[in-house]
């Protein structure tokens, strides 16, 4: 009797219909999940290495997944040639001309290198590249330079050393010379033959034994991966990190692309390949760890510097190094160089080690971050935000530094590096496009003396002349000494360029823009009052002065501003009293004249009306300045001024919203203590002409605070309604028609 299925009550005897579904469908299944690479890979190796031309019949057994490597299946051994010479002898017959020239190439090759590294650690700047270029040069000529024809002639396998000496062997303590794989004593030259005779060589055979240590990262590659698939050889190597950006054809391979990079690098210990495109505000991009351990954090050096960051959190491009020591080696000691988006600060760093001022910007807040710990390790000074560039920049052309809480001397800058390419010249351009006509060419040699100020700017453009056009448009004009200069090709129709062109600013004309000027030289008594204005003065000075004055008035004369808001009232009174005396005797003169005197009545009633204006005066001043007076006073006693009351009072409120700890205003040491620092201990503040006590430039700061708590939480402030802004789409174009004039 047929079997019945339970389940289907056995429509076809012996075969459940349901059964027969359930185990078609995940047949389909594993056939569609099943990677096609797998498949491939299983093809003959001798199919692959016939295709490829390899010199050794490698022999792979099986590589079973594609992101494995079967390392025994490079184990093998070759029968090689060799010739055997007495002693150590196959070490001189090796650098003999004909039988191995290449090692003396190689050497050529490493000594230049060498030249070249010393040269530019001393030296980043492209002077230091020209000198490095001739050291090198002059390294290669140093070197017995032979012909390198014979290159091939003896066995170039990494890890394998081409002269062995033979120990067990038939004559121990002879050496052996190994020839490259197919070379024979047939195929060798006569003066080849000539150099062997004289040293006393023999031929013999060698076996070789190879592993997969023998074979480098694109042979290995070659071999392992489909014939229709090309080696990726573009990537880039940061600290312990290796970076891919593979193309399609690669990413099905991606781990044994990393696992053999891996292997083949010394330095290496994890390989990411990058998913997606560059796309985020910072510049970062989503990664994969294609091999080794997922920790991204880099330390690396360049020109000497010791940089670290995240690698997955800021952006960093290796290839831009040679452009950072370009530029870096243009700053002068002295100058102030600001960099608008200075990503971990390696540029910024390099200006600050060549002596200049340096103030290092960048959006993210992990880069900025990282600027600040690089700029500590490398014990440098520079200072470091964490805004948008746009700000900063208009801060920048204006001098008003003081307005970013940079305890930083107010000096114009003289450099202005912004590699931000998809938006830089946009930005940098609105910026300059209202103060052109303050601008005066450099190369205008009867200018010179005016403060000079130098431009790089990055943008990715497909042509120099379309570069040029565009910087024509945004700016109204192109200066005449603009450089546009190719930095390096990005993608097949993307370049990066570098706008760089110099200007002098007219100081008569710039003066409505409030552009400030290099007159104040940096260190100068000037400079030291200003920077004092700087570090946080600038906001009591606010309560009456508009913001440069502020900043000018400072500490130092803020005992004397006191001092005036408590004396006019006290004078004003005291004219008040007098005048209000004066009053009463003037109407008893009048009413004792009344009868007889005419002219002196008229004359004493003038007198009165007069009098009443000049009272009604002092009331009103008294009142106003009493008033400005009274407010001081709360300054000093709370050390605090208007602006600064006004930050602290939003900062209670972010921090509440974002959940942090309560905001401590730095400089409120208590009533006394504030008012001792500010105005002096005694009546002593009420005697003109005595300077103001405390450090001026450096006031004392609440324990567990900084000086520069205020800024950083207004940069905080500042990010926080940047992130809250939102863009609008565009209701409707205004032309202006209609419009009555
Ligand atoms: C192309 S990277 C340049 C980094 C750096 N100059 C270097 O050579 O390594 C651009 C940098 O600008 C920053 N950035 C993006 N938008 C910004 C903005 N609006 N203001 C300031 N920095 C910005 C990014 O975080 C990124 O670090």
């Avoid at 052996?176 to 060589?201: C, D, K, R, W, Y």
């Avoid at 305890?407 to 209202?434: D, H, Q, W, Y």
């Avoid at 002092?618 to 300045?625: D, N, S, T």
Wanted: aromatic share 8%.
């Amino acid at each position: 009797m047929s079997k019945r299925c339970k389940c289907c009550t056995g429509v076809l005897p012996g075969f459940c219909g349901f059964r027969g579904f359930l185990s078609a469908w995940s047949a389909s299944l594993a056939f569609s999940v099943l990677p096609r690479t797998c498949l491939r890979d299983v093809r003959d190796v001798r199919e692959i290495r016939a295709s490829r031309g390899s010199s050794f019949s490698v022999l792979r057994r099986c590589v079973d997944r594609v992101d494995r490597v079967d390392r025994a299946a490079f184990d093998r051994s070759e029968q090689l040639c060799a010739v055997k010479v007495p002693e150590d002898g196959a070490y001189r017959l090796r650098q003999h001309p004909e039988v191995l020239p290449f090692c003396l190439g190689w050497a050529k090759k490493r000594a230049q290198k060498r030249a070249k590294k010393r040269a530019q650690k001393r030296d980043p700047s492209s002077a230091g590249a020209a000198d490095a270029v001739a050291k090198a040069a002059n390294a290669v000529n140093q070197v017995n330079v032979v012909n390198v024809v014979n290159v091939v002639n003896v066995v170039n396998v990494v890890n394998v050393v081409n002269v062995v000496t033979e120990e067990g062997g038939a004559e121990p303590g002879s050496s052996l010379l190994l020839l490259a794989p197919g070379v024979t004593p047939q195929s060798l030259g006569a003066e080849a033959h000539n150099a062997i005779e004289a040293f006393q060589g023999s031929f013999t055979t060698y076996e070789l034994e190879l592993g997969y240590a023998n074979f480098n990262y694109k042979e290995a590659l070659t071999l392992l991966l489909p014939a229709d698939v090309t080696v990726p050889m573009g990537y880039e190597v940061l600290g312990h990190i290796a970076h891919f950006n593979l193309l399609q054809e690669h990413w099905p391979h991606r781990h044994l692309i990393g696992q053999v990079l891996m292997d083949k690098s010394k330095n290496v210990r994890t390989v990411v390949a990058k998913r997606g495109t560059v796309s985020h505000q910072y510049r970062t991009f989503d990664m994969e760890v294609i091999a080794g351990e997922a920790d991204t954090e880099v330390e690396l050096k360049e020109f000497g510097l010791k940089l670290k960051f995240d690698f997955r959190k800021v952006y960093w491009n290796s290839r831009l190094a040679s452009e950072r020591g370009r530029l870096s080696g243009k700053c002068g000691e002295g100058e102030v160089f600001v960099d608008l988006a200075a990503g971990v600060g390696a540029l910024a760093l390099l200006c600050a080690r060549r002596g200049c001022h340096v103030v290092a910007n960048d959006l993210n807040p992990a880069a900025a971050a990282a600027a600040k710990e690089n700029a500590r390790r490398n014990r440098l000074k520079m200072e470091v935000l964490q805004m948008d560039a746009r700000p900063l920049l208009r801060s920048a052309l204006h001098g008003s530094w003081g307005d970013l809480g940079l305890g930083f001397p107010k000096v114009s800058i003289t450099r202005l590096a912004f590699n931000l390419p998809e938006l830089a010249l946009e930005m940098l351009c609105g910026e300059l496009r209202p103060l052109r006509n303050c601008m005066v060419d450099a190369s205008n040699a009867s200018k010179v003396g005016l403060p000079k100020f130098c431009v790089y700017c990055y943008t990715f453009d497909y042509s120099e002349e379309h570069v040029h056009d565009r910087l024509l448009q945004l700016l109204g004009f192109v200066p005449e000494a603009t450089k546009i200069r190719k930095v390096r090709l990005v993608a097949p129709s993307k370049m990066m360029y570098c706008v760089e062109f110099a200007y002098l600013w007219e100081s008569e004309k710039c003066a409505g823009h409030g552009i400030l000027f290099s007159a104040v030289q940096v260190g100068s008594v000037e400079s030291t009052r200003v920077a004092l204005a700087v570090a946080k003065i600038q906001g009591h000075a606010l309560i009456t002065a508009p913001p440069v004055a502020g900043a000018f008035l400072g500490q130092i004369n803020l005992k004397p501003f006191v001092q005036f808001v408590h004396f006019v009232p006290i004078a004003t009174l005291h004219a008040l009293i007098v005048h209000s005396e004066l009053f009463v005797l003037l109407f008893y003169a009048w009413k004792s004249s009344r009868k007889s005197l005419d002219f002196l009545r008229v004359v004493v009633r003038v007198w009165i009306l007069l009098g009443l204006i000049a009272w009604f005066c002092c009331l009103v001043v008294m009142l106003l300045v009493g008033t400005l007076a009274w407010e001081m006073e709360h300054t000093v006693i709370g050390n605090v001024s208007m602006i600064e009351e006004y930050v602290v009072e939003k900062a209670e409120m972010r921090r509440r919203r974002a959940g942090e700890r309560k905001f401590v205003y730095p400089y409120d040491l208590g009533r006394k203590e504030n008012f001792a620092a500010l105005l002096g201990s005694s009546l002593s503040w009420l005697v003109p002409g005595l300077a103001t006590p405390g450090d001026p430039v450096w006031p004392m700061v609440r324990p567990g605070s900084t000086h520069f708590d205020i800024s950083t939480e207004q940069i905080a402030q500042k990010t926080e309604k940047l992130q809250r802004s939102m863009v609008m789409p565009v209701r409707e174009h205004f032309t202006g028609e209609g419009v009555e004039a």
